[in-house]
């Protein structure tokens, strides 16, 4: 990472001499001594530097459910859950802690009042459920095994095509390129354009205070496009037969059919997300833990059969969305600290898969864990990710055709990492097949 003059969000002032600069040891530094209430670990200068696991590690031991007061011009404070048991407790508990986008919704930031985008993880029963019930056909058992071939045959395409002996950027040519095309199956939409969507998911999760993304109205602007692109392919489904992509899931059920503009947005954004950065940035962290890790790239090219549970530890590992947030819905008690309504709790999942009371050794990447699938990158409970089972679908078949083709994959350099505190992923990884 780069040196900056001054951090995106300022530090206090008192403790600004301290940091001479803004790299990973810096901060990390800064974290493992700064007072709790000093930090707010939201700030994406943490995260584009990937310095906040010390912090994580203070909260749990020393203040498992902590309000955060910093920055609270931005986000006017919030509960930081960051214990397995506890975020469990949330998460299972919609009855308590709402999702509901009028309350601000599932991010730490509230949704723009004058912008508000209803989507159904961003909403409670009983429309939460009926509005999901719409589209969960397209990641049931037959339609998963009906993508497999077409999932691998890309998969092979890409890799085909990749440079030897060259530096190239991984991310690029391989995380997008993979789930972009996966992403225009799912809605139907032309694979020429694909790169759209990708664009479209970027815009939708991007902090607007960080400089060179768009600004907030910039932003409106984007998705307001966005809307009409896709209004276009509604009017043509919502006249057609049925047909099984998204779309027409959506144009056709009556739970979804009638749906105002902003409604269509808000679940086009969850779908759009949803499909993309999960899968996308664990394609990327999945090459960069391996180049952390050699012993454990050893046991995969010595045991192939341990794609399977390294796909999971890979999910964990990386937790792709960092946290979800909640509105506490009344007054309650939560790991000891009263929480009152309207209450932000925002539950750090990268923090839960860390959770030593909860996992083994969870520091460790371990491809072959004895429960590879305990972790919470998918969430638990009503709002658990839909298409969970595609996501490690593709990255178990790209996993199988890297080692058909490649004896490693080399890490060239430090990734750049996206300055977000709730998409955990990756800008550009520069990396290099041997020729």
């Known amino acids: 990472m780069a040196t900056r003059p001054t951090a995106v969000f300022p530090f206090p002032p008192r403790v600004r001499p301290d940091l001479p600069d803004f790299t990973k040891p810096t901060l990390e530094a800064y974290l493992a001594k700064a007072p709790l209430d000093e930090v707010d670990i939201a700030d994406p200068i943490y995260w584009e530097a990937d310095a906040h696991w010390v912090y994580?590690?203070?909260?749990?031991?020393?203040?498992?459910?902590?309000?955060?007061?910093?920055?609270?011009?931005?986000?006017?404070?919030?509960?930081?859950?960051?214990?397995?048991?506890?975020?469990?407790?949330?998460?299972?508990?919609?009855?308590?802690?709402?999702?509901?986008?009028?309350?601000?919704?599932?991010?730490?930031?509230?949704?723009?009042?004058?912008?508000?985008?209803?989507?159904?993880?961003?909403?409670?029963?009983?429309?939460?459920?009926?509005?999901?019930?719409?589209?969960?056909?397209?990641?049931?058992?037959?339609?998963?095994?009906?993508?497999?071939?077409?999932?691998?045959?890309?998969?092979?395409?890409?890799?085909?095509?990749?440079?030897?002996?060259?530096?190239?950027?991984w991310v690029d040519r391989v995380s997008i390129e993979l789930t972009s095309r996966m992403l225009a199956t799912l809605f139907d939409w032309p694979q020429e354009h694909r790169r759209k969507l990708t664009y479209w998911s970027d815009v939708s999760t991007a902090d607007p205070e960080v400089p060179g993304n768009p600004t907030k109205e910039e932003r409106q602007g984007i998705l307001m496009g966005m809307l009409q692109e896709f209004m276009a392919l509604w009017n043509e489904r919502v006249n057609s037969e049925p047909k099984g992509d998204l779309v027409s899931m959506l144009a056709h059920n009556p739970a979804t059919r009638n749906m105002p503009p902003m409604e269509f947005m808000g679940n086009l954004v969850l779908l759009i997300v949803g499909g993309n950065d999960t899968t996308r940035n664990s394609i990327s962290g999945g090459v960069y833990f391996l180049n952390k890790n050699p012993g454990e790239y050893d046991k995969l090219r010595a045991n192939p059969a341990l794609v399977e549970p390294m796909v999971s530890e890979i999910i964990r590992y990386q937790t792709p969305l960092a946290h979800m947030r909640r509105t506490a819905l009344e007054d309650t008690i939560l790991g000891g600290k009263r929480i009152h309504k309207g209450d932000k709790v925002v539950m750090w999942y990268v923090s839960g898969n860390r959770d030593e009371r909860a996992l083994e050794k969870p520091d460790a990447f371990i491809i072959d864990r004895a429960r590879p699938r305990q972790h919470m990158s998918f969430g638990f409970?009503?709002?658990?990710?839909?298409?969970?089972?595609?996501?490690?679908?593709?990255?178990?078949?790209?996993?199988?055709?890297?080692?058909?083709?490649?004896?490693?994959?080399?890490?060239?350099?430090?990734?750049?990492?996206?300055?977000?505190?709730?998409?955990?992923?990756?800008?550009?990884?520069?990396?290099?097949?041997?020729?």
């Open 56 to 169: 994580f590690k203070r909260l749990r031991d020393e203040a498992p459910v902590h309000f955060t007061e910093v920055n609270a011009e931005r986000h006017r404070g919030y509960w930081s859950v960051t214990r397995w048991d506890d975020i469990m407790a949330v998460d299972t508990n919609h009855q308590v802690y709402s999702s509901e986008a009028t309350l601000g919704g599932i991010t730490l930031f509230d949704m723009d009042q004058d912008f508000i985008m209803p989507m159904f993880i961003a909403m409670d029963p009983p429309k939460h459920d009926v509005q999901r019930k719409a589209v969960n056909p397209i990641v049931s058992g037959p339609n998963l095994a009906a993508f497999e071939g077409l999932i691998r045959t890309r998969t092979q395409e890409v890799l085909d095509s990749l440079p030897r002996g060259e530096t190239f950027d």
């Open 381 to 435: 409970g009503i709002h658990r990710c839909v298409g969970n089972r595609l996501a490690e679908l593709q990255l178990k078949i790209l996993w199988e055709e890297i080692l058909k083709r490649f004896d490693r994959i080399e890490l060239v350099e430090e990734p750049e990492r996206v300055p977000s505190g709730f998409v955990k992923g990756y800008k550009s990884m520069m990396v290099r097949i041997p020729a």
